[in-house]
């Protein structure tokens, strides 16, 4: 590792969101630290003026020219930032201009497109799934589970709680989610209640000795933590989705992006997406 | 609006969800309509050499080259999808070869580096916040607010548990969420387990006529979603945060992810982001 640290500007006329993951992702192909400052909301000349001189002053500072990722899309005020003694990576006019030539169509140029719309049917989605996902959180609510886009089972802490959040924030998907209790396990079925959306219900499962890991930091000591337990329950929620027939995935070594990513193309539903 | 409708590929060693919002992001500036596939976990010749069939396949089948983004780190792999019979975006080299340049070092191509690593600092702060912000919403638990980097407050349904979801999920920061009620306004002084956190506190308020629809489409003709029953609350409210000296923004006309940027402009915290 590098000990140099080298100053990344995201500039952007909206939240800057977009650019700040996707350099971070770039970013990371490389060995050397960075310190990132983000300029959100540069959407006039004035803003942008005092963002240049800030750009200079860091260039200045550390006699290194800062690295700047850019979304303007008004052309001036981009061309203000284009004059900063930077190396600027402009992830809008890069790829707009040649699908301009491939279209065969101008770009609308608008500002509020390259942000997220609050008056649009995927903006209302995401927040009407968001909340959707919290009132049948942990198998609390049976009201309105005909409405769910999906169902995730599986034991106590093995991530479908954070998993059904970003589905519904990422992507508008409305998500329950149940938990299986060592009573569905004696039982040696499903709660009633899920039976009739078997075709919604997703599984997720984890390595015992990681779920007894996440058990131990909640309550430690506990018999729920204890490895042994967690052996119990996760064999048999394994083998009650085996025996339902439910598709699973083992979250163990897997981010949110990747679970969720993974039920998206198992459940295949169609959202729209602007 | 044109009514051509063009497909675009979204093809990713990982999930794609970054180039995936990315491009929608670029799209939006044109007025045609576009058929999204998205295809993640292309990580091995044999799977890139699938999405190639499939995309040239669509190319044969609409007489029109196909729009493609990638981030494929691995050359081998993005040298297959680059015979596509498409128009290749390739958000990776585009901006990792001139940063090779500009930094005088290579990049580590490595495929794990490009999305969300599990073991991270910044991904277990995620997933902390996560459940922090559960835990913490609507004011219920007062337990660990200490440790909370903010919380918001406002009257109910004003974007506080949506907000304070995002800033958990995306940034990792610890937000919890008090809801200010008429029993406050009459006591006319913050609810007191907040006033020791006064630092922590932004304020979210929103228009009482949007206030009155959004509270409508739950409790349809109540006292609670009446206009006259809002335009009280958001008054007090607003009066306040005001006495309170606490920073606020109106949530009215703005997405969760520019309340959320605006948030973190304010208060200033300095979490790791990889």
Redesign the interface.
């Known amino acids: 590792m590098?000990h140099q640290v080298?100053t990344v500007f995201i500039i952007s006329d909206?939240?800057?969101?977009?650019a700040e993951?996707?350099s971070?992702?770039?970013?990371?192909?490389?060995?050397?630290r960075f310190k990132?400052i983000r300029l959100?909301?540069i959407n006039t000349l004035e803003k942008a003026s005092q963002a240049l001189l800030e750009i200079n002053h860091h260039a200045e500072k550390s006699g290194e020219?800062p690295?700047v990722f850019t979304?303007l899309?008004n052309e001036e005020i981009n061309a203000v930032i284009n004059q900063a003694n930077a190396?600027v990576?402009d992830?809008?006019h890069?790829?707009?201009a040649?699908?301009e030539l491939?279209?065969k169509?101008k770009?609308?140029?608008?500002i509020g497109?390259?942000?997220?719309?609050?008056d649009t049917e995927s903006?209302r989605n995401r927040?009407e799934a968001?909340?959707f996902s919290?009132a049948h959180?942990d198998g609390q609510s049976h009201k309105n589970l005909e409405s769910a886009d999906v169902i995730l089972v599986g034991v106590s802490r093995s991530g479908k709680?954070?998993t059904c959040?970003?589905l519904a924030?990422?992507y508008g998907v409305k998500s329950a989610n149940y938990p299986l209790i060592p009573d569905d396990f004696e039982r040696g079925v499903l709660p009633s209640e899920l039976k009739k959306y078997q075709n919604k219900l997703f599984g997720l499962t984890i390595q015992a000795n990681r779920l007894s890991e996440i058990r131990n930091e909640r309550r430690p000591g506990s018999k729920y933590a204890s490895l042994d337990n967690c052996r119990y329950e996760v064999n048999e929620a394994e083998a009650m989705m085996k025996r339902e027939n439910i598709t699973w995935l083992s979250s163990t070594?897997?981010?949110?992006?990747?679970i969720?990513?993974t039920i998206l193309?198992v459940i295949k539903i169609d959202k729209p997406?602007?």
């Open positions: 590098n080298r909206g939240t800057g969101i977009t993951t996707f971070h992702s770039i970013l990371a192909q490389f060995e050397i990132q959100p909301f020219k690295i979304t899309v190396m990576m992830m809008f890069t790829f707009v040649p699908l491939e279209l169509v770009s609308t140029h608008a497109q390259f942000h997220q719309n609050i903006y927040i968001i909340n919290l959180d709680t954070p959040l970003y924030m990422q070594h897997k981010s949110i992006e990747e969720a990513t193309q997406t602007d």
